[in-house]
């Protein structure tokens, strides 16, 4: 069983129509669910997973008011769950146990986006990694009388506002231009594996995340971000190709070109290029035209 599907029955099972019997009215501002950090989160656990970090548990989502006026009390009903259920224990960890249980919605959020709600300028946004807001709009909501939790998840999904995902999106091109077409080739006519490897790690990180972008997802963190790209709508063959650079005896500059010709292809597509230039460095310049914001236009194309 999936982590994900094991917390929604654990919830609804065990805590649902307990929080209505207990608290009664109050039941209806509390928000229910699981999101956050976690593999289960993003729907990519297995048997590997479960030595760690693993066990049913879930979210409660109040308002700074509600947790003032009775958290305390969902905390003490929410510790007095089951253990176990269904052959798992609850998780008992520190990192693992703070991932659920009670919070105050704007707490949730601004651990991984630095605000209690909706990023209020593009500088908020921009800050913000890919990997957080993807951990931050992870899993599944369960119930939410009151709206505000999902009415923030909503309005950070499914992507950063257009203006800025182009401006990062231009920083992605940049950087698959910089470490993939020029300097592991480079790196590797040196003879300096070392280099080589970095420039070829960074080309990688640099074009799953173009991949997510250019799908208008966030990319989650290193340890899934090639599976997440292989299953994107669109473009997943050169997230293929981008995975398949770290197999041995990979012709390594010929799968960096042919990703690059891909990116290069859906920026046309998509009217964010005009070019045919090959280097990418030409399509980072061409999204960065694209970009109306003053702001964002005037930063350098490396930052985002």
């Not at 654990?10 to 950090?37: H, N, Q, S, V």
């Not at 510790?79 to 919605?105: C, H, K, W, Y």
């Not at 006519?189 to 080589?196: F, I, L, S, Y």
Request: aromatic share 10%; proline share 5%; with cysteine.
């Amino acid at each position: 069983m999936k982590g994900l599907e094991l917390c929604r029955e654990f919830y609804a099972r065990c805590a649902r129509d307990a929080i209505k019997a207990r608290f009664g009215e109050r039941a209806g501002r509390i928000a229910a669910g699981l999101a956050g950090e976690g593999s289960e989160c993003l729907g990519f656990d297995d048997e590997i997973s479960r030595d760690h970090d693993f066990g049913p548990g879930f979210c409660l989502w109040l308002s700074d008011e509600d947790f003032a006026e009775f958290g305390a009390e969902l905390r003490s009903f929410y510790d007095g769950l089951p253990a176990e259920f269904m052959g798992f224990r609850r998780n008992s960890t520190p990192q693992g146990a703070a991932r659920v249980g009670v919070m105050r919605i704007g707490d949730f959020y601004a651990r991984f986006t630095g605000s209690r709600g909706i990023p209020e300028s593009e500088a908020a946004w921009l800050r913000i990694p890919e990997h957080a807001l993807a951990a931050a709009t992870s899993g599944v909501v369960f119930d939410d009388p009151p709206g505000e939790f999902s009415r923030i998840r909503s309005a950070l999904l499914p992507c950063y506002p257009e203006e800025v995902r182009l401006k990062k999106l231009a920083a992605r091109l940049f950087t698959m231009a910089q470490a993939g077409q020029y300097n592991y080739p480079r790196m590797t006519k040196r003879g300096d594996a070392a280099a080589a490897s970095f420039a070829l790690a960074e080309f990688a990180k640099a074009a799953f995340s173009a991949l997510h972008l250019l799908n208008r997802r966030y990319a989650p963190y290193y340890k899934w971000l090639s599976r997440s790209a292989q299953e994107l709508p669109k473009l997943s063959e050169s997230a293929r190709e981008t995975a398949a650079l770290f197999e041995p005896g990979a012709d390594r500059e010929n799968l960096i070109e042919s990703v690059c010709a891909r990116v290069r292809r859906e920026l046309r597509e998509e009217g964010l290029s005009s070019s045919d230039d090959p280097f990418l460095v030409a399509q980072a310049v061409e999204t960065t035209r694209r970009i109306k914001s003053e702001y964002l236009r005037k930063l350098s194309v490396t930052v985002g």
